[in-house]
């Protein structure tokens, strides 16, 4: 079993990090360098976003490609967020995002990986050599992105309906899966164009 574990400082709200974190294709927004790429897709979703809620992982990590169905196990509000794997080729792997306030404008966010490779004793060899390289810096490459994202311009993709998020999903796969950020600011320039042609 490996356990890899990253944390960062956010100068943001607890309440504006957990929202983000909440959606657990946000974060996959943010891994897609250095040879890892993820993807987060929510299958069932539950009160939402919490307990019960089921979603597809679909990883590339340096050209190895891997999917997992996961299930959200621990869902409390601004201090924890837990998944773990029901389906898939991993012997074991588990997730957890831990909040911390330490201040009204600072927020400590702790990034937990707990997993067993599948392929045996062959699979030990591989995680030592690769994969838990990749992964480790596909964390901090991570969380440095949602930092740089929620401290710089306030542009969070933060859903306020289900509706809302449902929609944006669709956009999202008429426009090839980019990331939610990017379809995000495809909507706002529409709007500003709009709004812009109703002034004139």
Same mark, same amino acid.
């Given at each position: @079993? ?18 983000? %974190? ?14 890892? !790429? @993820? /993807? ?7 009160? !939402?976003? +919490?307990? !019960? ?11 190895? *490609? ?10 409390? *509000? ?6 773990? @794997? ?12 831990? %909040? ?7 927020? *400590?966010?702790? @990034? ?11 699979? +030990? ?5 690769? %994969? ?5 810096? !596909?964390?901090? /490459?991570?969380?440095?992105?949602? *930092?740089?994202?929620?401290? +710089?311009? +306030? ?5 306020? /309906? ?39």
């Amino acid at each position: @079993m490996t356990l890899i574990q990253k944390s960062i400082d956010i100068k943001a709200p607890i309440s504006t990090v957990f929202t983000y %974190f909440a959606r657990p294709e946000h974060v996959s927004d943010q891994m897609s360098d250095k040879g890892v !790429g @993820m /993807t987060v897709v929510p299958m069932d979703i539950k009160a !939402g976003m +919490g307990v !019960g809620t089921t979603f597809r992982v679909i990883a590339d990590f340096t050209g190895k *490609r891997l999917e997992w169905d996961c299930e959200t196990t621990e869902f409390d *509000r601004e201090e924890k967020i837990s998944a773990k @794997m029901i389906k898939g080729p991993f012997k074991k792997w588990q997730i957890t995002n831990a %909040f911390k306030a330490l201040g009204d404008n600072l927020t *400590r966010v702790t @990034m937990t990986v707990d997993y067993g490779m599948p392929f045996g004793p062959l699979g +030990g060899i591989i995680n030592k050599i690769k %994969f838990a390289k990749s992964a480790e810096r !596909g964390m901090e /490459t991570a969380l440095y992105k949602v *930092r740089g994202l929620l401290e +710089g311009n +306030g542009s969070i993709p933060v859903y306020i /309906t289900l509706d809302a998020y449902q929609k944006l999903l669709a956009e999202k796969k008429k426009m090839n899966n980019v990331p939610v950020s990017t379809v995000l600011t495809a909507i706002l320039e529409k709007y500003n164009q709009l709004e812009a042609k109703i002034q004139n």
